[in-house]
């Protein structure tokens, strides 16, 4: 330690013209609580200071600090005080009882110092006061600095080699996830509470129910469910509370091994990412993990069952490869969503719905391509053909195993309904104890404590409120009928089981459960669309079925009007006009290709449709007269022309629903009357007789 005459060598006026600064850090809360005699010692270093000459009053004490790292200055709010004091020529000197309590990493260290060295600020420690000016003292500080950063790495190395010791034997104790704890000997048992272990439970029988973590939270919302979680910081830690079913909780409670029995140790890695510098957990493959041993205590399911749950999950990630497993099923009437396969190119195909008057048409599409490079559609199929081809081949498949099946799902749906009623009877009974502990605390207080017994009023309170939330919730349960199946439920179930045809085909039959039985029975159909459309289903045992079905007619077919009502249009457009062959072809029966009755504009509409030719022009082939043109010809008027035809001079024939006519061409002798008077016609000449004049003259 130096001696006072060199220490008073160091200390000059201006020295003493600025503020000295003291800086207390612990690097932990327990520290700070248990190590208290380190905390004396620094507080100490206050009167070296005084002794150098600084006033009291002058000395100021920075000790926001206590319970941090030293490891960085990022979170050390203290700390950037006192480089901010020193930069700005604050500060004649720095006293910290040693240079780890500065600082641990050299790079804030050396920052310190080149401050230090610049602002002409001495630094004082409890071996002795230095001058960061001097080349001596300021390479003796990079020496201490260098020495900290070493004695830390070391600490670091110690405590980290233990607890990976520990963890490669199975041995560390790590936090528990909610429903798991450790008994008196150290060793992880289920949750004695049996509300949070049926709760758990209830997570992975309705996974298996579900199929995805989005129904389970669904599903028990729906229910009125709720999940236990035990606060893991601040002064209720350790302590169970419940709340509405998340997302997030049910993948964590899927994805986590120790629900499965497992001990696991290093399964993420924490690095910093590029750009924000923060550390984000990284998954790593399981063979990196640091140590891993299934069936090392009891769980809640077994690992084969947490194995294919991961592989479920995985195949309902949206975002898990370019080509994305099938999915979920969701609520859509495609049968085959998820599981076909394009025939031409080999990538998974999607579906498209159509609406169809008051229902929803599928369509599979193979469009990855075109999503990704532009090109086109490779093909799309029509989805209801396909659909009810599988439809039918399941049907025939199943039907001697469909009691049986049926019986067993009946058997689910009561277990369900059972578990999620003694689920509700539990939180019942768990707010009726909390009440009553909080009655009991209440009770026992001093009624002299106005302070302690009020808020154990108000937690009495809350504790009422919360067993009539809960109880209220279980009585409307009941009266909904959510509880259990009834004897008319089961027998109904039981009946449709009997016709598995009928169940498959009743409207009541959900589509997400026809896709799950789907799922359970087919691996993958691929599907080619040519002449015909071929569907190659490959069975979950093994076995291949080829169906063959033929491509539906388009819409535009299927609107078309039939060739016969065509061809009768045709053929009695020579003698009848477009109202009299529609009223010809009703009575036969015929109707359009909407299934629509035959009126005189559909008629016409056909007919301009097929270009075929109209009545007025097979009576102007046949060389029939327009009224225009014949009264022309006649030298008459047009209402002449219509009363010679009422009299029957003229012939005509009816040529629309208009009432007009067609008129054959006049005979050669028909001449126009005089006027006023109507056309009366020449009477032939009389063939004349011999007179007896005439024969004389003849003679």
């Known amino acids: 330690m130096d001696s006072p005459f060199g220490l008073a060598i160091k200390v000059t006026a201006a020295h003493l013209a600025r503020d000295a600064y003291l800086y207390i850090r612990q690097s932990s809360l327990k520290q700070v609580i248990n190590n208290t005699e380190s905390t004396v010692r620094q507080y100490g270093l206050k009167e070296r200071a005084i002794a150098l000459g600084w006033p009291a009053d002058r000395i100021h004490v920075i000790d926001t600090d206590q319970g941090r790292s030293g490891a960085s200055a990022a979170d050390r ?46 630094i004082l420690d409890e071996d002795g006061l230095y001058d960061p000016c001097d080349f001596n003292d300021r390479l003796l500080l990079g020496l201490k600095g260098s020495l900290s950063e070493a004695e830390l790495h070391l600490l670091k190395a110690r405590l980290r080699g233990g607890q990976l010791s520990k ?73 169970i509370v419940w709340a509405a079913a998340a997302h997030s909780r049910i993948l964590k409670i899927l994805h986590n091994p120790r629900y499965a029995g497992a001990f696991f140790y290093g399964r993420y890695q924490h690095k910093p990412t590029q750009g924000t510098g923060r550390n984000g957990p990284k998954l790593l493959p399981r063979d990196q993990w640091v140590a891993f041993f299934p069936d090392h205590h009891p769980g809640y399911i077994t690992f084969d069952k947490y194995e294919a749950n991961q592989a479920k999950l995985a195949a309902n990630a949206t975002a898990h490869a370019k080509d994305r497993r099938h999915g979920p099923p969701r609520e859509g009437p495609a049968l085959l969503q998820g599981i076909v396969v394009c025939g031409i190119c080999g990538r998974r195909m999607t579906v498209r719905y159509h609406q169809r008057k008051d229902r929803l048409e599928p369509e599979y599409v193979c469009q990855a391509k075109g999503i990704e490079y532009g090109n086109p559609i490779c093909q799309r199929v029509h989805g209801g053909v396909v659909d009810a ?22 058997d689910e749906l009561a277990a369900r309904a059972d578990e999620a009623d003694r689920l509700r009877a539990a939180a019942v009974e768990r707010a009726q104890y909390q009440a009553d502990l909080a009655r009991r605390r209440y009770l026992a207080v001093d009624p002299a404590n106005r302070l302690v017994a009020t808020s154990l009023e108000a937690d009495w309170n809350q504790a009422l409120r919360e067993l009539a939330e809960a109880t209220e919730t279980y009585e409307k349960a009941k009266i909904a009928g959510t509880g259990v199946l009834d004897d008319a439920q089961r027998a109904r179930i039981t009946y449709l089981a009997r016709d598995f045809p009928a169940l498959w085909a009743n409207p009541e039959t959900p589509d997400r459960e026809r896709k799950r039985l789907v799922r359970l029975l087919i691996t993958d159909v691929t599907l080619i669309r040519a002449e015909q459309i071929t569907a190659h289903v490959r069975l979950t045992g093994g076995q291949e079925h080829t169906l063959v079905r033929p491509v539906p007619l388009a819409s535009w077919q299927i609107r078309q009007t039939p060739p ?76 002449t022309v219509k009363q010679w035809r009422d009299r029957g001079l003229l012939t005509g024939r009816l040529a629309n629903d208009k009432g007009e006519y067609l008129y054959y061409p006049p005979p050669d002798g028909l001449t126009r009357p005089r006027i006023g008077r109507p056309p009366r016609p020449r009477p032939p000449a009389p063939e004349q007789t011999p007179t007896e004049s005439t024969q004389g003259g003849a003679v």
């Open 564 to 639: 016969e009502v065509v061809a009768a249009i045709d053929e009695l457009l020579n003698d009848h006009t477009d109202g009299q062959i529609a009223e010809i072809l009703t009575e036969r029966g015929h109707l359009s290709g909407l299934g629509q009755a035959l009126s005189p504009g559909i008629v016409k509409h056909i007919r301009r449709a097929y270009r075929l030719r109209s009545h007025p022009q097979r009576l102007t082939e046949q060389g029939m007269l327009s009224l225009n043109e014949i009264a022309r010809r006649l030298g008459i008027g047009l209402k």
């Open 77 to 122: 709010e203290g700390f950037q005080r006192l480089v901010t004091e020193v930069g700005m020529g604050h500060a004649g000197i720095v006293l910290g009882l040693e240079v780890s309590r500065l600082a641990r990493n050299n790079t804030d260290w050396h920052r310190l110092l080149e401050i230090c060295a610049m602002s002409g600020t001495l």
């Open 389 to 410: 081809a599988v439809g039918e081949l399941l049907v025939t498949a199943l039907t001697p195993h469909a009691v049986k099946a049926a019986l067993a799902v009946a």
């Open 167 to 239: 963890a490669r034997r199975g041995e560390l104790v790590s936090p528990l996830p909610i429903g798991l704890v450790y008994d008196p000997a150290r060793k992880v048992v289920l949750d004695p509470d049996t509300a949070v272990q049926q709760s758990i439970r209830a997570v992975f029988e309705l996974f298996d129910a579900t199929g995805s973590a989005t129904g389970v939270v669904k599903a028990l919302n729906s229910e009125g469910l709720r999940l236990p979680r035990r606060i893991a910081h601040g002064p209720d830690k350790g302590k």
